[in-house]
């Protein structure tokens, strides 16, 4: 090892089919890894086996084993710091990868800045589909040199501690560690605590990590398993302790931002599930946020864009659950403020019952960014159903604009690309706007010859060119699914359905061959439950 190499940690915890890989990912590194830790958290599967076999053919790969599970990763992760020599560490999940390069890019930057802390692009992989998104890319555009971080508040949104290297020097002398044990969302401190300390923070625009998230696999992680009440209690904790390092070290304005980002990143994940969970989980789940809400300055809350400082003054207002599904709809992309409208004193609220939850903000949106309600019935023959629209007024605000029309597009969800385009007039009809566009479903095109997944997007027309872009919501019966002749196809497959986030969406997949895969698909998911 050299006085610039990298420590790679390597946490794993039952994951024999996928450890070799990450391992490999990193030991593929080049010389800028001199070694790479692996840590295994007292695995019962094969795991220890397959790193044993690595091992055998590898001498820059060191093996650590607890006896016992620690129920984290923060405990693994410290056991491999504390074992490692090289300069510089890194930290990598055994279900995830190093892209090429990710190494020395960090490492060039760190030596090039004598930065103690450099970061890098992480992306988000979903898989089996193999899709790629980067995590927080606006941080990520250009090389840059923070100094001190805390002048930089939008820092604070990515709270990942896998897509960055840390001097190893730096985190002992201000005794940086992650907290141990049965700790979910244990970055979430670590990263702040980095923050606390104010290093120069180097940046580069490389992909330096690959997040694998496996939303089919039985053993979810941790970042997906938001089902349990425990889970939100740790993050809602793990948020806590993160505030608090960053004031106990007089980084007030990047405290700040973490609690507005709070409200604008973690509370809709969750609000966004609401209305699926049981009457139980719901009653823990409101009276732990409102909990954790009420240390929140007004300050933090009106920071936050406007439809999730909503969130959180309904939150506050009302000591029970209620409308999960009027909630929910706010966190969809794009949002959605759902009927009725309500007004006290002459300003929006959120409702006639809670008169002294405004929904401040709302009349300074431009119409582009309106929360808009735009209803759908899918009805008609076969191939070729009609689309009974109805776009719902929002406080005068459309008609003001000088509402006209509608591009109703069917959109590939995995490439963005429009399958489809209907244009079509807009009428008045009481409080709101009705059209009648005609879709034409055995025209749209393959995705690879497989499943496809066409979100419905609606972009209500006003004057002077301005746009706003709508999911539909479903109403009335539920379109059945059925097979059509396709001129493309020979057969197609179709599948109207209602997404997570109550928008309307359809499903197509192409031939004999692929309305089988789909049916045995479904019949899958059925025998799993």
Same mark, same amino acid.
């Given at each position: 090892?050299?006085?610039?190499? $990298?420590?790679?940690?390597? $946490? ?163 005794? $940086? ?44 992680? $941790? ?307």
């Amino acid at each position: 090892m050299t006085s610039r190499s $990298i420590s790679v940690v390597v $946490i794993a915890y039952n994951d024999a089919a996928h450890v070799a890989d990450a391992v490999r990912s990193a030991l593929d590194q080049g010389p800028a890894v001199g070694e790479v830790v692996a840590v295994d958290d007292a695995s019962t599967d094969a795991t220890a086996t397959v790193l044993e076999r690595l091992a055998a053919r590898e001498p820059r790969l060191r093996l650590l084993r607890h006896a016992v599970n620690s129920g984290g990763c923060g405990t693994p992760r410290n056991t491999g710091l504390t074992a490692a020599r090289g300069r510089y560490v890194m930290f990598l999940d055994s279900d995830d990868v190093l892209p090429p390069g990710a190494a020395a890019a960090l490492l060039a930057a760190a030596t090039r800045h004598r930065a103690p802390v450099t970061a890098g692009l992480c992306v988000r992989r979903e898989l089996p589909a193999g899709t790629e998104r980067p995590w927080q890319p606006a941080l990520y555009a250009a090389p840059a040199v923070h100094e001190p971080p805390r002048d930089r508040p939008e820092l604070v949104h990515d709270t990942l501690c896998v897509n960055k290297l840390y001097e190893r020097a730096f985190l002992r002398t201000h005794q $940086i560690t992650f907290p141990e044990g049965r700790f979910p969302y244990e970055d979430f401190v670590f990263t702040a605590r980095v923050l606390a300390a104010a290093p120069r923070l180097a940046v580069v625009p490389d992909p330096v990590y690959v997040w694998q998230v496996r939303r089919n696999s039985a053993a979810l992680s $941790i970042s997906l398993d938001r089902g349990r009440i425990a889970h939100w209690a740790g993050r809602l904790e793990a948020h806590r302790q993160a505030v608090e390092a960053l004031r106990a070290a007089g980084a007030e304005r990047l405290a700040r931002a973490a609690r507005t980002k709070f409200l604008d990143h973690d509370l809709p994940l969750y609000v966004r599930e609401l209305p699926a969970r049981g009457a139980a989980f719901q009653r823990w789940w409101w009276s732990l946020t409102r909990a954790h809400l009420a240390a929140f300055d007004p300050a933090e809350v009106a920071a936050a864009r406007p439809p999730h400082r909503w969130l959180a003054a309904v939150l506050l207002a009302s000591p029970l659950p209620r409308d999960p599904a009027r909630m929910a709809a706010l966190t969809a992309d794009p949002p959605r403020l759902l009927p009725p409208p309500a007004t006290a004193g002459g300003r929006p609220v959120w409702s006639a019952d809670l008169p002294g939850v405004t929904l401040d903000g709302l009349d300074g949106l431009p119409v582009e960014a309106l929360p808009l309600t735009v209803d759908g019935a899918l009805a008609g023959p076969g191939a070729c159903p009609v689309l009974r629209l109805r776009v719902h007024e929002l406080y005068g605000r459309l008609a003001a604009a000088g509402v006209y029309g509608v591009d109703v597009e069917l959109r590939d969800r995995a490439t963005g690309r429009v399958g489809q385009r209907r244009s079509v007039a807009l009428f008045p009809d009481g409080a709101g706007w009705v059209a009648v566009p005609r879709l034409d479903l055995a025209a749209l095109p393959a995705s690879g010859g497989g499943l496809s997944v066409w979100d419905v997007r609606a972009v209500v027309r006003c004057a002077r060119g301005r746009t706003v872009v709508a999911g539909v919501r479903p109403v009335g019966p539920a379109p059945r699914r059925t097979v059509l002749p396709s001129r493309r196809h020979g057969l197609l497959l179709v599948q109207p359905y209602t997404t997570g986030h109550g928008a309307l969406a359809v499903r197509t997949a192409p031939g004999v061959r692929g309305a089988t895969g789909v049916a045995a698909a479904r019949l899958q998911r059925l025998l799993r439950t």
